[in-house]
């Protein structure tokens, strides 16, 4: 049987925290290894293995970008779903109050 799904502030909170971590630590990657490979170009000359290795770079590079902002594009609407989520619970849990409120006091007894 499937549990039921349960949404918390804290544990959402902690999902886009862990989210934009990992955004944080592509990007990190993507720029460890454009370095790695500059480096290694500025050393490494070839007529046919060099072109070859920047253009598989390259495309290397134009892969990670795309991933790199879907990443990003996920990461801010998982912040928008997050904010979203706050305030429908505030607003969830202003009507109930409210309605505790109404049925409080002695209104039913004669």
């Known amino acids: 049987m499937p549990r039921p799904l349960v949404i918390d502030e804290a544990s959402t909170i902690a999902l886009v925290n862990q989210f934009s971590d990992t955004v944080q630590d592509q990007a990190t990657a993507r720029s460890n290894l454009n370095n790695l490979s500059a480096e290694l170009s500025a050393h490494w000359r070839s007529d046919s293995a060099s072109p070859a290795y920047q253009a598989?770079?390259?495309?290397?590079?134009?892969?990670?970008?795309?991933?790199?902002?879907?990443l990003q594009t996920l990461a801010d609407d998982m912040q928008a779903f997050a904010g979203e989520t706050r305030v429908a619970e505030d607003d969830?849990?202003?009507?109930?109050?409210?309605?505790q409120q109404a049925f409080s006091g002695n209104w039913a007894v004669r």
């Open 92 to 99: 969830a849990s202003n009507t109930a109050n409210q309605v």
């Open 56 to 70: 598989g770079m390259q495309a290397a590079d134009r892969a990670l970008t795309r991933i790199n902002n879907a």
